[in-house]
């Protein structure tokens, strides 16, 4: 089934933020917990099958924005230069994600958790796409350096639980806050060169 299919004539992006603006609305009117996966495409104006075509489930409405990032992640890795250090590729590659946004475009979660009364349900529904991030950041590593076998781990948890404060920090700074890739370099550079440094040992 094509995009257009899923999306009753519409292209997907238009949808997905249809049905997220509508979530969003009536989270800040009812909460979190009131609002129903009816209500949310009843005021959208599609059905429940159009609903479930681009989120898994209620909490999912949260995070496309993660999912994109993680998909351009994948992306650049899938195509990081062969001489490139491996966690430079990593650290290139969550920069180029992190291009995406900026003053204009901040995910909704990260700004708004605090009045829909969804705190646990934004950690549990960020996290499996988190844990897929983490997974392909160590696979990366792996392929590309023996000599990152056993750091591999820990570095791909490092580098994404960094990755994920400088986010957090970044959508707490309000109107001055500016790009998100400062924020993310800051975070994630020396991290990558502390295991730089360690597997060259």
């Known amino acids: 089934m094509t995009a257009t299919e899923r999306g009753r004539g519409r292209p997907r ?3 997905r933020e249809m ?3 509508s ?13 129903t996966i009816e209500e949310i495409t009843r005021a959208a104006g599609v059905s429940r099958t159009t609903f479930f075509n681009y989120f898994a489930g209620k909490s999912d409405v949260f995070w496309p924005e993660l999912d994109d ?3 351009t992640v994948r992306e650049r890795l899938a195509r990081a230069d062969d001489e ?3 966690l430079v590729a990593v650290r290139d590659a969550l920069l180029a994600a992190a291009d995406a946004f900026g003053p204009g475009r901040v995910p909704w979660a990260l700004t708004q958790h605090a009045f829909i ?3 646990g349900e934004l950690q549990a ?4 796409s988190l844990t897929a991030l983490t997974g392909e950041v160590e696979a990366f590593l792996v392929s590309r350096s023996p000599s990152l076998t056993t750091l591999a781990t820990p570095a791909a948890y490092a580098i994404v639980a960094a990755a994920v404060a400088s986010a957090r920090t970044w959508a707490d700074a309000g109107t001055s806050r500016g790009p998100l890739r400062p924020y993310l370099d800051d975070a994630i550079s020396p ?3 502390a295991f730089e440094g360690v597997s060259a040992r």
């Open 13 to 15: 992006a238009i949808s």
């Open 19 to 21: 049905l997220q603006e």
């Open 23 to 35: 979530a969003f609305d009536l989270f800040l009117s009812q909460g979190y917990a009131a609002t």
């Open 69 to 71: 990032a993680i998909g």
């Open 84 to 86: 490139l250090s491996p």
């Open 117 to 119: 009364g969804a705190s």
């Open 125 to 128: 529904s960020a996290l499996a």
């Open 191 to 193: 991290v990558c060169a």
